[in-house]
């Protein structure tokens, strides 16, 4: 048996589903709808960024809370990072531009 000394930086599909505690197939479904991003390498196989098990989090809670159908989950994901970007945008623009600092 072998350990890996570092983290690895993205995860395969099986290695994903568990440790999002999903099945393998619903996953697959999820990249078909867009809700996650994965990656294919020349054997076709999937692999997911590490960020993306917050996104998996995310979907959950959502599924959990509003009982949402998974192609909804797609667009309502979507919509909440147009409203953070909005808001951050937002934000950026209200700072005050040069001068002197209160401090």
């Known amino acids: ?3 890996s000394l570092t983290r ?3 995860l395969d599909l099986e290695t994903f589903a568990r ?18 991003e994965a990656q294919r390498d020349a054997a076709g196989r999937l692999w997911f960024p590490i960020p993306e098990l917050r996104v998996m989090a ?3 809670r959502l599924r959990a809370g ?3 159908n998974y192609a909804a989950l797609g667009l309502v994901v979507h919509l909440l990072d147009r409203i ?8 950026d623009r209200s700072r005050p531009q040069g001068g002197s600092s209160w401090t």
Not at 19 to 36: F, I, S, Y
Not at 84 to 91: D, I, M
């Open 66 to 68: 509003f009982s949402l």
């Open 84 to 91: 953070a970007e909005l808001e951050a945008a937002l934000r």
């Open 58 to 60: 995310r979907v959950q």
């Open 19 to 36: 440790a999002t505690g999903t099945h393998p197939e619903l996953v697959r479904r999820l990249v078909v709808l867009g809700v996650l």
């Open 1 to 3: 048996m072998t350990y």
């Open 8 to 10: 690895p930086d993205r």
